[in-house]
């Protein structure tokens, strides 16, 4: 995979401005936070592991003019400053998206830096969250390998596999979690193929899913949203593989608007339904999807595309951006610790359980 969406380099982010795709592969350099900020609303960075990265580097980027007084006696004074605004970075911060909890998850890291070194001083701060940030962004490129080499089990040989949205190296920082899978399954010699639904409004799909998986060499085919039953029906699908914005205790799994009719469809017609995702995709303080934050986007992304009308302005719009997959139609989530099966609240506590020394 040649893919590389974000990465901190000479003290700034640089990111993948996937608006762009498939017409031009271009990069957007972020120097301060807002530009940041404005690239994850706009999606050109988006994905929920990328935006957990993005998030960790925008506290990066929040914290360069951040200078203390130098003195060893401000020393204290220094630190709550500086800690009150990484705050506030970070509050900002999670003003972007709402609902992939990878970039709650990252701010939370970020801020624990500062709570876990009490005796660090403003500059010793500074390096210690560059190396958290850092962190995040490498664990990313190890977890997803993982995910994808679990995951290839599932990839039945001559599989007809189906997908939604992009769960791939442009939603991660080069791998992806349900691209990943088949990345890894066709790095093991596998032979399948891949349907890839559109993904209405801003097709992720189309765009994203589709450039991504040609560059790889994969076989794949491109469907509009609505013919996902008919290739059901027609015995033309074996699996499915999704991503996830937000897994809750008990399984019930968030991803991109159209991800629950797909595995209601999955049920109907008996085909497994797999989700994929790193441990920085669950909320274990909710306990059910109710309780996920869906975001709704503006009405223009409905109303047109690429500057051409697709209805008259004068309807009016609803645009979820995610649902809610009931944790009863998931067949299994992969995930970095392995495969997880229901019963999901039971053995997603067991998997994630911190182990214990003896
Ligand atoms: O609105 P997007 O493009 O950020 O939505 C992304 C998805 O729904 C992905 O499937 C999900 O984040 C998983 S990415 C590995």
Request: a positive charge; hydrophobic letters at 40%; charged letters at 25%.
């Amino acid at each position: 995979m040649s893919i590389q969406t974000i990465r901190w380099t000479n003290g700034h982010v640089k990111l993948i401005d996937q608006t762009k795709l498939p017409g031009k592969l271009v990069y957007i350099h972020c120097r301060d936070v807002k530009t940041l900020w404005q690239a994850i609303r706009r999606l050109s960075v988006r994905g929920a592991p990328a935006l957990g990265v993005a998030a960790a580097f925008g506290v990066l980027l929040g914290i360069k003019s951040f200078s203390g007084s130098g003195s060893r006696s401000r020393n204290r004074n220094d630190r709550k400053r500086f800690s009150k605004h990484v705050e506030r970075i970070s509050d900002y911060l999670a003003t972007s998206r709402p609902t992939a909890v990878n970039l709650f998850n990252a701010l939370t890291r970020m801020k624990a830096v500062i709570q876990r070194h009490p005796g660090a001083d403003v500059a010793q701060l500074k390096d210690l969250l560059k190396k958290e940030a850092l962190a995040v962004y490498e664990e990313d490129r190890t977890l997803c390998r993982k995910m994808g080499d679990f995951g290839a089990r599932l990839v039945p040989s001559g599989g007809r596999l189906l997908t939604v949205c992009n769960a791939g190296a442009l939603a991660t920082v080069d791998y992806g979690t349900a691209l990943g899978v088949m990345y890894s399954a066709k790095a093991k010699g596998k032979k399948f193929q891949v349907y890839s639904c559109e993904t209405r409004p801003l097709l992720q799909g189309a765009r994203l899913t589709v450039w991504e998986l040609l560059r790889s060499g994969i076989d794949t085919t491109l469907i509009c949203d609505n013919m996902a039953a008919t290739l059901m029906k027609q015995g033309k699908i074996d699996a499915v593989f999704a991503g996830a914005d937000r897994i809750a205790a008990n399984g019930d799994t968030a991803n991109k608007i159209g991800t629950y009719n797909l595995a209601v469809l999955a049920k109907h017609h008996r085909i497994p339904f797999y989700v994929v995702a790193p441990q920085s995709t669950f909320d274990l303080s909710i306990a059910g999807g109710k309780q996920i934050p869906i975001e709704e986007r503006s009405r223009e992304e409905v109303l047109g595309f690429g500057g051409r009308p697709t209805a008259p302005r004068q309807v009016k719009v609803y645009n979820p951006a995610f649902d809610v997959t009931d944790n009863a139609l998931i067949t299994a989530i992969v995930t970095e610790k392995g495969i997880i099966r229901p019963p999901f609240r039971k053995n997603i506590k067991r998997t994630f359980r911190p182990k214990t020394k003896d």
